[in-house]
């Protein structure tokens, strides 16, 4: 369904960013893991001050965590992954390192246990069910297995951020949810993942996402990587905001 030249492209760009990072923590992700970190946002880091902590709800394998690390090795991260086959992997590639605490954890608005569903291509998964766009465009994120999580909310679980704090969320479909338990009040940046159309089940789209936080005072400042169908109709995207009162 989609640009096939991109996608090659997308993997030759990460190879030659690995092969040239010169870091044993990402060669070891790639070489033992098949993991790469996600070079697509690198350009997101431009323009913003990077001194602060990261908060990545979402992590999977740790691929945003890892680019960050290789970024900003001194830097503070606290990732959170739900399903326990990725954690694993997740625990593993950042073992030993104090720098980053990991948990395996889902977040929301509530402190509760709940349903994720685990679908074939597991970055897929979530804690929303697939829809029948999501099935159209993504046909290896059926629903394979569903499973119990614990989830926490962010305005209770983290203490201490060191500013100016960075949130990043990737959780398809839960972006809202998130933010709804986050003190978004002590980030500077959010940068997530917000659909056009209803991939999920009951999924808010960018819009309302966009709305919601622009009344918490965050104003959106970028889109990347952008996903077409083959007509041409946007799909989803990741979008950073920035907090206007910091």
């Known amino acids: 369904m989609f640009n096939l030249t991109n996608n090659i492209?997308?993997?030759?760009?990460?190879?030659?960013?690995?092969l040239i990072s010169f870091n044993t923590k990402v060669y070891y992700s790639f070489f033992k893991h098949g993991i790469s970190p996600s070079f697509e946002h690198i350009k997101i880091f431009k323009n913003i001050d990077s001194k602060g902590t990261f908060i990545d709800v979402g992590a999977n394998r740790g691929q945003f965590s890892l680019l960050i690390h290789s970024l900003y090795p001194k830097n503070k991260i606290i990732a959170y992954e739900p399903l326990t086959s990725e954690f694993s992997i997740?625990?593993?590639i950042f073992k030993k390192n104090k720098n980053i605490k990991l948990f395996n954890l889902a977040v929301g608005k509530k402190k509760k246990s709940l349903n994720i569903y685990q679908?074939?291509?597991k970055d897929s998964s979530s804690l929303l069910k697939p829809g029948k766009l999501q099935l159209k465009y993504f046909p290896k994120t059926y629903v394979k297995k569903i499973l119990k999580t614990k989830m926490i909310k962010l305005s209770t679980h983290i203490k201490n951020l060191k500013q100016p704090a960075f949130l990043k969320i990737d959780?398809?479909?839960y972006e809202l949810e998130v933010l709804k338990g986050a003190n978004l009040r002590r980030f500077k940046y959010i940068y997530l993942e917000g659909s056009y159309v209803k991939l999920y089940s009951n999924q808010?789209?960018?819009k309302v996402i966009s709305?919601?936080?622009l009344s918490k005072d965050f104003k959106k400042t970028g889109r990347f990587n952008l996903t077409k169908d083959v007509f041409g109709k946007p799909l989803q995207a990741d979008f950073l905001f920035l907090n206007i009162r910091k």
């Open 9 to 18: 492209y997308l993997k030759i760009f990460k190879i030659l960013n690995i």
């Open 171 to 173: 959780v398809q479909g």
């Open 204 to 206: 808010p789209l960018i």
């Open 211 to 213: 709305k919601y936080l």
């Open 119 to 121: 679908t074939e291509k």
């Open 90 to 92: 997740l625990k593993n």
